[in-house]
């Protein structure tokens, strides 16, 4: 697509359920961002994958949150056993690739509302 | 540790004026520091990068600048618009090769 997308825009959970969060990042880009922003706050990070390289899990907040990234291309977040602290903005990024020097532009999805109940 | 801050508060100014927001860092080395545009409910939006080794970059009526002595970097937005009201993100890469954000400053250009 011509843009990183990401599913379901919208998502209302209940307390304890796990849910999936689905990126689909811009072809051929070959890393890949998640981030989280919650009301009124900066972008905070969750993980990154780089091509082939292990993924960097080091902003993943507990062992609730894991990051899969299939085929070197779409993403998918899981949070499981969802707690009400875990509602925010999810957003996905991608760019051509995230070496340090690159200095590649990162472009974001428009994010997936999650709101635990 | 590494910080990279901005000013939390608001910033209002009025139609026609130079909008300046700053992003200061600390315990970092970055190639190149980057800001963004937020608006309510979207992502974030690239707008300008400035490597190392320069001083000032523009894009229409943005300008960055970028000291890496005082480690700081002035965005700056002339004959600033309504439609200029957004949040405005400066971002640093890390050792670990991820983009790591400050928190954003609002801007509210008045008509």
């Known amino acids: 697509g011509a843009g990183v997308s990401q599913s379901p825009s919208n998502k209302v959970t209940e307390k304890g359920k796990d849910v999936e969060l689905r990126c689909d990042p811009i072809?051929?880009?070959?890393?890949l961002y998640w981030y989280r922003q919650s009301l009124g706050q900066g972008l905070e990070f969750l993980i990154y994958?780089?091509?082939?390289?292990?993924?960097?899990k080091s902003g993943l907040p507990s062992d609730r949150f894991s990051a899969e990234r299939t085929g070197g291309s779409v993403s998918t977040l899981t949070i499981q056993r969802t707690q009400q602290e875990d509602s925010a903005v999810y957003l996905c990024a991608s760019s051509l690739s995230g070496r340090t020097y690159s200095g590649n532009t990162i472009y974001f999805g428009e994010g997936s509302w999650l709101t635990v109940v | 540790s590494q910080k990279i801050e901005q000013n939390s508060e608001a910033l209002n100014i009025q139609e026609g004026k130079t909008a300046t927001l700053t992003c200061n860092y600390t315990n970092y080395s970055p190639a190149y520091l980057q800001w963004y545009r937020q608006d309510p409910g979207r992502g974030p939006v690239f707008l300008l990068l400035?490597?190392?080794?320069?001083k000032e970059k523009r894009k229409e009526r943005l300008k960055v600048t970028f000291d890496t002595t005082l480690k700081q970097s002035l965005f700056h937005i002339t004959a600033s618009q309504p439609a200029d009201s957004a949040t405005y993100l400066c971002a640093l890469r890390n050792a670990g090769n991820m983009l790591t954000f400050g928190g954003g400053t609002r801007l509210m250009v008045k008509p």
């Open positions: 072809s051929g880009h070959t890393a």
């Open positions: 400035i490597r190392e080794n320069e």
């Open positions: 994958f780089q091509g082939n390289s292990a993924p960097d």
